[in-house]
């Protein structure tokens, strides 16, 4: 007999939080935090490409978190540029696709480069795309969208909900089904305003360095018992992962 399956959700977004408090409970810099929440990243792009989520958004780094200290910003432009080293053969022979979301005018031409060379070489990967929302914020995201509306001329008339979706950072995406956020927090911190307007809401005290397998399947059950009426009297139950 075949084994029932839970529905699993198309698009997964993430909350990364807690770095900074892992690296601190263990007498660390910050930074180590951060390090360590690359590894946990590329572990769960992995866990979910196995269990056929499609696309996993990320918010690596917010418009709002160059207030924190120069070092720390410092810090983490660079480990961009180590992630790209490290991990982005790995990432493409696995079949991930990767895009960059977010204002990339504040951020130097080699971190750009290697945003470029991401994404380019993982242009054609299908398995599970990663968006890793980098200088991004939620009312960025709906601003910037409304200004190309503008510049495109479009007529007051003609902007409508679809419209002003095809013009958002993250178009390339469905909105979330499941959005996640680990460390304890529960708000959603101008993430993808626009997007999560429906989404499953999942917060975790876990810290993002230790988020792992279990963690997920954690979040996968509680969304799996979830019904979903996106404003209906009958509920609606997430579609299965292609292939389920």
Not at 33 to 45: A, E, M, P, T, Y
Not at 93 to 115: F, L, N, Q
Not at 168 to 194: C, K, Q, Y
Request: aromatic share 10%; hydrophobic share 40%; proline share 5%.
């Amino acid at each position: 007999m075949q084994r029932e399956r839970h529905p699993v959700p198309r698009h997964v977004a993430i909350v990364m939080d807690g770095n900074g408090r892992w690296a601190r409970k263990r007498f660390m810099p910050r930074f180590f935090g951060h390090k360590q929440g690359v590894d946990s990243l590329v572990r769960c792009v992995q866990a979910c490409s196995d269990r056929g989520i499609e696309y996993l958004t990320v918010f690596a780094f917010s418009s709002e978190n160059w207030k924190r200290p120069e070092e720390e910003v410092s810090g983490l432009l660079g480990l961009v540029l180590v992630a790209v080293s490290k991990y982005l053969r790995k990432l493409a022979e696995k079949g991930v696709r990767i895009r960059i979301v977010g204002d990339r005018s504040a951020v130097t031409d080699k971190v750009r480069a290697a945003w470029d060379e991401a994404e380019s070489r993982t242009a054609h990967n299908t398995r599970i795309t990663l968006s890793v929302a980098f200088n991004y914020g939620g009312r960025w995201d709906v601003l910037q969208a409304c200004r190309r509306a503008l510049a495109q001329g479009l007529p007051p008339e003609q902007i409508d909900e679809r419209q002003l979706s095809s013009l958002m950072a993250l178009a390339h995406a469905p909105d979330p089904d499941l959005f996640i956020r680990t460390g304890g927090e529960v708000r959603v911190s101008n993430f993808m305003l626009w997007q999560i307007a429906y989404s499953e809401l999942y917060f975790t005290e876990c810290l993002w360095p230790d988020f792992d397998e279990a963690e997920l399947d954690a979040a996968l059950a509680a969304y799996a018992g979830r019904e979903r009426r996106f404003g209906d009297v009958a509920p609606v139950r997430a579609a299965p992962a292609a292939g389920g």
